[in-house]
């Protein structure tokens, strides 16, 4: 007859088996990160032209504001490009 203690010591053996057992490794989690700086609304001056002078400057302002605005909206995209392009490219 077996005694209690190899009795013991054969099921604790047993019972760590699995944990030898080759387990291949969690996948890694993959990150993503929106990195695209914040943007304002686009806002254009308020005019109220009396003069020739006054409506041309009113136009070189309103152009200036349009060029800001696009220039937000270019970063913006090439923003998420970047970010599509770094997502594309991993496993």
Do not use: Y
């Not at 002078?53 to 995209?77: P, S």
């Amino acid at each position: 007859m077996t005694s209690p203690f190899a009795l013991g010591l054969l099921l604790l053996c047993l019972t760590l088996l699995p944990g030898c057992a080759s387990v291949p490794p969690s996948p890694v989690p993959t990150l993503i990160v929106n990195g695209c700086p914040p943007v304002t609304r686009c806002q254009l001056p308020a005019t109220a032209p009396t003069t020739n002078g006054a409506l041309h400057l009113a136009l070189e302002r309103t152009e200036a504001a349009w060029a800001m605005c696009a220039a937000q909206v270019d970063m913006i995209v090439e923003c998420q490009q970047e970010i599509s392009d770094v997502q594309t490219k991993q496993p």
